[in-house]
């Protein structure tokens, strides 16, 4: 099973600021990465998959990397983007979550 | 619109089973797998086990092989997850998912998610 670990846990941004949020991969996964935003009480939203994003996401979301390590950048932070986020391999089976990272308000 | 809409909470006791429904809507049922993935209070997300719509196959995570099954009805666009032998610790909220692709059949990201049901064992 490749173990996907997220970084930092909890990121604490100012609104209007940039945030930058890592994710590696266990073993090489090629572009097979998805995020996903999630606010309390609500179910996982998909952003991005293989570095494009879903209908409907801004353009402040972007994600980059290949292979082992990636990274989700969110240009200049809305009140509406403080949530956590997962990264999710889907290389092989099974697929696999991060732990997620918290982006908090400073 | 596309959307899948899950059934109601749960509450069981342990060793009892539940089963989940996910009816999905707005787009051609048999084109794209199904996942169950599952989220423990203040916890992450884990994934349980993907369906075929379209022919049935099943793919499960090695922790659930023995307790989950996953079916779905296409004469009703509805999926479904039976657990088995429930514990405490199976006590979260339980997400079926669309997988991005249509006609794919392989592991995938999940572009479309139910609005979540919480089971609770205790």
Redesign the interface.
């Known amino acids: 099973e490749i173990v996907m670990t997220q970084s930092p846990a909890t990121l604490s941004v100012s609104p209007g600021e940039r945030a930058t949020l890592s994710c590696r991969a266990s073993q090489s996964i090629s572009t ?1 990465l ?1 995020w ?1 935003q999630q606010t309390p009480g609500q ?4 952003l991005i ?1 293989s570095a494009t994003r ?1 209908a409907g996401i801004p353009a402040r979301f972007s994600g980059s990397g290949s292979g082992t390590e990636f990274t989700l950048t969110i240009s200049s932070l809305q009140s509406e983007d403080f949530a956590v986020y ?1 990264c ?1 391999q ?11 990272t918290k982006v908090e308000i400073k | 619109q596309v959307q899948v809409v899950q059934s109601g909470a749960e509450v069981k006791k342990p060793g009892a089973s539940v089963k989940v429904s996910c009816k999905s809507s707005g787009y051609t049922f048999t084109s794209h797998g199904i996942s169950w993935v599952r989220q423990a209070p203040g916890q992450g997300l884990e994934w349980m086990g993907w369906i075929s719509t379209y022919n049935g196959n099943t793919n499960y995570a090695q922790k659930f092989q023995d307790r989950v099954t996953m079916t779905t009805d296409t004469s009703t666009s509805t999926a479904y997850m039976e657990l088995r032998r429930l514990r405490s610790d199976d006590t979260a909220v339980y997400y079926c998912a669309r997988d991005l692709m249509a006609n794919w059949g392989f592991v995938d990201a999940f572009d479309i998610w139910g609005q979540g049901t919480m089971v609770t064992v205790s």
């Open positions: 097979n998805a996903y179910a996982p939203r998909l998959s879903a997962y999710q889907y290389n092989d089976w099974p697929p696999s979550f991060g732990g997620g």
